[in-house]
């Protein structure tokens, strides 16, 4: 494999993140590293539709390259044109180096099609197309299963020699963006400087949602605590029909601003809130990206690898698997069961996880009280 990069002439680069909205904002510190190491390259990302949101303002990037999923679920001509069109303004780019941030088999093809000189990727361990490693000039080693995804994405410039600059999370938001927000809370009746919490009890994947009634015991406890709940949730009709029956289970206590806000307006709901409780999700990405104490209830997904990232390297390993613990100003609810976490959707297949819904309202609202308290302290702790 070629060496460092560090020291060449490098006057554009892309990088493809071809995943999710939580992904994508959790590689921003590895586009910062990049503009930190070449301050005079124009910087394209290329990511999926619906994903753009979280890099749009982002000093560190010039360009935004859109890939269309719909149109590649579709097949056929429309599949064709779409790929057709996103090669060719790749190749008008005339990138120099390419970094595929995924083991993907799209970005490693795109990142040859580019024309870029230097590729850089990850080593596929075995998924993908056989012999995909061939298609990179520098590879970074398979991932480490109890590595968080941030120092993930790091890893991968890493192996082109590229260190990490600031490990923070980036996700700019707009004066208007956040006068925007401060009039949709004004509208629910959460004046400016009234003490709020975010409560996002949905994901589009049931098997990481907590249940009903938890989630409306949370919202009766904020309540309690004279930190006004508001509701959130995605666009998708299930998942906001799914926020507005937790709010009635707790007795309309909270607003409902489920299914109305932008990416960036909830970040800017979120950035002015006293505290964020959720499941995982991008909305927990958002609330870490913005500094607000969160709460993070996980389930049989990996809290090493998805934990609300503070910005600095805990070093957070296979150590601690399970059980509640504190991150900086964050807490991660989870159970400490041996089959936790599987990794699966579900037990069973049943896209229902026993591990998510057997979490009691005590261990959420022991975390909630600790982290409101400031009792989180600043590394990782147990919940005794």
């Excluded at 979280?54 to 719909?70: A, Q, S, T, Y």
């Excluded at 996103?86 to 580019?114: C, H, K, M, P, Q």
């Excluded at 120092?151 to 600031?166: C, E, F, H, Q, S």
Aim: a positive charge; hydrophobic letters at 40%; glycine letters at 12%.
């Amino acid at each position: 494999m070629a060496g460092s990069l560090l020291g060449q002439d490098l006057r554009s680069i892309a990088v493809f993140m071809l995943r999710h909205i939580g992904d994508t904002l959790l590689s921003t510190p590895t586009f910062h590293a990049l503009r930190a190491a070449f301050p005079s390259a124009r910087i394209l990302a290329v990511v999926n539709e619906g994903t753009q949101e979280m890099l749009e303002g982002n000093p560190d990037i010039d360009d935004i390259l859109v890939f269309d999923r719909r149109r590649r679920n579709e097949g056929g001509f429309g599949r064709w044109k779409e790929e057709a069109a996103l090669v060719r303004s790749l190749r008008s780019f005339r990138a120099g180096l390419a970094v595929n941030l995924t083991e993907g088999d799209r970005g490693a093809i795109l990142s040859v099609l580019s024309g870029a000189r230097h590729r850089v990727g990850v080593t596929p361990n075995r998924k993908g197309f056989l012999g995909k490693e061939v298609l990179f000039t520098h590879l970074c080693g398979p991932h480490d299963r109890y590595r968080h995804a941030v120092l993930r994405d790091l890893d991968v410039v890493a192996a082109a020699g590229i260190p990490p600059a600031d490990l923070r999370l980036r996700l700019p938001i707009s004066d208007e963006d956040r006068e925007k927000s401060a009039r949709i809370l004004r509208g629910v009746g959460i004046p400016a400087g009234h003490p709020f919490s975010v409560v996002q009890p949905t994901s589009r994947w049931t098997f990481k949602c907590w249940t009903e009634d938890g989630m409306a015991g949370v919202i009766s406890h904020l309540a309690d605590l004279g930190f006004a709940p508001v509701v959130t949730s995605g666009p998708a009709p299930v998942e906001v029909a799914q926020a507005e029956r937790i709010r009635e289970r707790a007795g309309e206590r909270a607003v409902s601003l489920a299914g109305r806000l932008s990416l960036k307006e909830l970040g800017g709901v979120i950035a002015s809130a006293r505290l964020f409780v959720g499941v995982d999700s991008a909305p927990m990405h958002v609330s870490a990206a913005v500094r607000t104490p969160t709460v993070a209830l996980f389930g049989p997904t990996g809290a090493f690898n998805w934990a609300p990232w503070e910005g600095v390297d805990w070093g957070y390993s296979a150590q601690r698997k399970g059980g509640t613990r504190f991150v900086g100003r964050h807490a991660v609810v989870q159970q400490e069961w041996d089959c936790v976490p599987c990794g699966k959707d579900g037990c069973g297949g049943t896209k229902r996880s026993r591990c998510m819904e057997e979490i009691s309202l005590d261990q959420v609202t022991e975390a909630i009280d600790r982290v409101l308290a400031g009792a989180a302290g600043s590394g990782i702790g147990d919940a005794s």
